[in-house]
């Protein structure tokens, strides 16, 4: 069975190293200066050309509140009136971008992300969602993903019913720990009843799919109070959940100053999160997908495993990988063919940007030979847990074992220790080398040696 995981505490301390998640390859990490508008506007050209459907990322910046823990391009205020200048630049955006595209791509997918999108009023999400369907081509008839990220403490039936209107068809519900005294250590006071009542009113409204987003290793946490947090989350059967590894990087998101360190889970302690996590989540029905993600067996997700379909980008694990990812507002990430760029991460110099007529395009980078096949490799490995070597060698015209003959000591490595089973036309990642997926990817990243390690989080 694809669920299959085998917690082997050894394995786990040998291979829990810092690493990327790979929502892409190569990594934002290599994105560079020399990119820039003209590239992406060569790579739109290409789109049109080939019809591709689109996926569209809308980032929102803003919140109302601080979370200690948040690593995200964010905006924390109180005055909703700072909403309408950025609204007028991100429409600004959306014409400038679409009027590069075909107007039939079809959009079948769609996210709006954050901050907290509902952050925006009611008469903002109209006014925002008007503008992308006259300009994108937006699916009416409720067959796209059409998802947006939720703060309970920012919705209520109204925000939900609205949100069904305009189209949206899933949520992802930010939770983190439903224990107060967590909650008062990262400043996010969340009841479970507000949680409890914005997923109901997502079921009556006949939203598709429900995700749940946790964390471990948060201060004050422990394996008895996540569990009891956990067991919660069950009850209110979401159709997906995100478990996520808190990294503490005070160094680098200045929020996360706020939290006493001395207050956080010891690394054993984080692992007994973890593993009471996978078991109480496998005994109530759900598949590991893998990379922090669970799913029910009748998910998309799950489906597209089991199928060898599924696929993994900025947004995540998707089912529309094949989609040209168009990012719009602040920080936001588009994968364009073998084109991947990222607006500018600062408010003020994106609205100026724009407000010149110009696009806020700031970084990124074209994929190269190399690069297009490692990200295939990443890609399968990540999301199937097996690699046929055969597919990559015809896609890429190369000798596998001949390319990268230099990796197979550190394979074989793996292979002896149990993570992966090493053949002569494949590599499967075994049960007990699925929760750490990330440290085999690693060894096909050319980029890694040459990183600080620092910038990213550890596999468990």
């Not at 046929?388 to 220790?417: H, K, R, S, T, V």
């Amino acid at each position: 069975m694809l669920d299959a995981i085998r917690w082997d505490t050894d394995l786990i301390r040998r291979y829990d190293l810092a690493g990327p998640r790979y929502t892409s390859y190569p990594t934002a990490v290599q994105f560079n200066s020399q990119v820039g508008t003209f590239d992406l506007f060569h790579a739109l050209r290409d789109s049109r050309k080939a019809q591709r459907p689109l996926s569209l990322y809308v980032h929102v910046p803003f919140c109302a509140n601080i979370c200690y823990y948040c690593a995200c391009n964010k905006v924390i205020t109180k005055d909703r009136g700072r909403a309408q200048p950025y609204l007028q630049r991100l429409e600004q955006e959306i014409q400038l971008i679409a009027c590069h595209l075909e107007p039939t791509q079809k959009v079948e997918q769609l996210h709006f992300g954050g901050g907290t999108p509902t952050f925006l009023s009611h008469d903002e999400l109209r006014q925002l969602m008007a503008h992308l369907r006259k300009h994108f081509n937006l699916l009416d008839d409720d067959s796209g993903d059409y998802g947006i990220e939720i703060d309970p403490r920012e919705a209520d039936w109204s925000t939900m019913g609205l949100l069904r209107e305009l189209g949206f068809n899933r949520v992802s519900i930010g939770l983190q720990d439903l224990d107060p005294a967590v909650q008062r250590a990262v400043n996010r006071l969340q009841s479970l009843e507000e949680t409890r009542a914005v997923i109901d009113a997502a079921r009556t409204l006949q939203f598709r799919s429900i995700n749940i987003d946790l964390i471990y290793g948060l201060p004050k946490q422990t394996p008895e109070n996540f569990a009891r947090t956990v067991d919660e989350v069950i009850s209110l059967q979401p159709d997906r959940l995100s478990v996520f590894n808190y990294a503490h990087l005070p160094e680098r998101f200045m929020p996360q100053r706020r939290i006493n360190s001395h207050e956080l889970p010891s690394p054993a302690q984080k692992l007994e999160m973890l593993q009471r996590t996978i078991e109480q989540l496998t005994a109530a029905g759900y598949r590991y997908i893998g990379m922090d993600h669970f799913a029910l067996p009748d998910d998309e997700l799950a489906i597209a495993q089991e199928e060898q379909t599924l696929q993994r980008n900025f947004q995540g694990y998707t089912t529309h990988g094949h989609c040209d990812l168009i990012g719009l507002g602040v920080s936001a990430i588009s994968q364009i063919g073998d084109l991947y760029c990222q607006n500018n991460s600062d408010l003020n110099q994106y609205q100026n940007t724009l407000a010149a007529a110009q696009l806020a395009t700031s970084r990124g980078l074209v994929c190269n030979a190399d690069d297009r096949l490692r990200r295939a490799v990443i890609q399968q490995l990540i999301c199937n847990f097996s690699l046929e070597f055969a597919e990559i060698e015809q896609a890429f015209n190369i000798d596998f074992q001949g390319y990268f003959g230099a990796l197979w000591p550190q394979l074989q490595g793996m292979a002896n220790d149990g993570l992966i089973s090493l053949e002569r036309e494949r590599i499967e990642v075994l049960p007990a080398g699925r929760l750490l997926v990330r440290s085999v990817c690693m060894v096909f990243d050319a980029y890694l040696e040459q990183q600080n390690r620092q910038r990213f989080s550890r596999v468990i």
